[in-house]
Every structure is written in C-alpha cells, then in structure tokens.
Antibody
Framework: QVTLRESGPALVKPTQTLTLTCTFSGFSLSTGGMSINWIRQPPGKALEWLARIDWDDDKYQTPSLGMRLVVSKDTSKNQVFLTLTNMDPLDTGTYYC?????????????WGQGTMVTVSS | EILMTQSPATLSVSPGERVTLSCRASQSVGTKLGWYQQQPGQAPRLLIYGASTRATGVPARFSGSGSGTEFTLTISSLQAEDSAVYYCQQYDKWPPFTFGPGTKVDIK
C-alpha cells in the first residue's frame, strides 16, 4: 500500500524558514520514473504546484517562488523535504506531497493528507 | 506557463442527474490531463489521467474525454458522496504543472 504523510510546524513567524518532511512507504524513490511533488492550497483556494524531485535527483520548481524554495530527499529514509525561506502570511495554507510514477504518467496518483501551515507573528 | 480554466465555477445538482464539467487549456496539452476530486476537509484524489483513463478504484460513473485544449469530466449519475471540488491539471508542459481553479459540485 502506497502512503505519504507530511509533517512539520503548524505555525511559523514571518521571515522564518519552513521545513516540511514527506515520509512515504509502499514504493522506493530510487525506482526509475518515480517522483515526489509538493503542492499547496491556501484556505478556500485552488491547488498550486510548488516543486518536484525525481528518482535520479533531478529537481524542478515553480518560477514564482524563485530562490526561496529548496527540495531534497533522503532515499534511504524514504523522505523528501521542502524548505521555504522568508515565510510570509501569503504562504499560509495546506501543504501536500504527492507521488507521480513518471514516464508520461505524471499525474499525481497518491497524496498525503496534508499539513496546515499558518504564517503569523 | 499553461493556464487552465474550468466551468462552471459551481453547480447544484440533484442525485441521479448527469453532471458535465469542463476544463480548457491555454494551449494544447495532448491528453496529458488529469482530474482530481477534493471532498471537504480531504486531500485531492486522482480520478482520471490521460484525459480518459480512470484511476484505480474510481467508480465507472466517472468518465473523462477530450484532447488538445478542451476536456470534460462526466458523472453519469450523481451520488451524494460526489459532493466535492473537482480540479483539472495538465502535465504535458512543465514546470510548472498547473491546475484549474476548480468546479464545486453541490448536491441539491
């Protein structure tokens, strides 16, 4: 059974750095084609894709966040990390990680339950 | 960046009725189009990928069609548990992957 779970702080202050962890099971990120994606959703709003890290450590991210965002992985621990610097209240929302199996099947077939992050002083 | 639009924004439908949701891409995405269902308080769930292939465990009342820039998700007979927001997403030209703004389906 494929599962993903996000974890991290529920509350961060403006200008602080957010680090989220996606812990997964039921598959290996060393399998060709696999990727983990990060998506966020402000309260009451639509989904926004943030970043992707591939099985071979290729990384992609949304241009809108520029240098603020870093994605990394620890394949041996089945974990992927999202770091977002200089947090702003506009970054408030639910953050999801989701898997894609790749090789043209890049839809996100399995999602974590999400973790809500509030940015407030 | 490919812009995804969806219509209508909301609709209210009686159980048993047929529902048709539309999604449009600002440029062709072939059939690299997915549909997701997000029930209240839940994570999104993949319903359809490749524009028309149902994901594992998705009931047969959900079907997808279209290619290029115009896509449709159809629910053949609406059930109460289908009350949700439905998002389309393109995965043809990325980064970034882009989602539509969603269509909210309410049960009358």
């Amino acid at each position: 059974q494929v599962t993903l779970r996000e974890s991290g702080p529920a509350l961060v202050k403006p200008t602080q750095t957010l680090t989220l962890t996606c812990t997964f099971s039921g598959f290996s990120l060393s399998t060709g084609g696999m990727s983990i994606n990060w998506i966020r959703q402000p309260p009451g709003k639509a989904l926004e894709w943030l970043a992707r890290i591939d099985w071979d450590d290729d990384k992609y991210q949304t241009p809108s966040l520029g240098m603020r965002l870093v994605v990394s992985k620890d394949t041996s621990k089945n974990q992927v990390f999202l770091t977002l610097t200089n947090m702003d209240p506009l970054d408030t929302g639910t953050y999801y990680c989701a898997r894609a199996v790749g090789y043209g099947l890049d839809a996100f077939d399995t999602w974590g339950q999400g973790t809500m992050v509030t940015v407030s002083s | 960046e490919i812009l995804m639009t969806q219509s209508p924004a909301t609709l209210s439908v009686s159980p048993g009725e047929r529902v048709t949701l539309s999604c449009r891409a600002s440029q062709s995405v072939g059939t690299k189009l997915g549909w997701y269902q997000q029930q209240p308080g839940q994570a999104p769930r993949l319903l359809i990928y490749g524009a028309s292939t149902r994901a594992t465990g998705v009931p047969a009342r959900f079907s997808g069609s279209g290619s290029g820039t115009e896509f449709t998700l159809t629910i053949s007979s609406l059930q109460a548990e289908d009350s949700a927001v439905y998002y389309c997403q393109q995965y043809d030209k990325w980064p970034p992957f882009t989602f539509g703004p969603g269509t909210k389906v309410d049960i009358k």
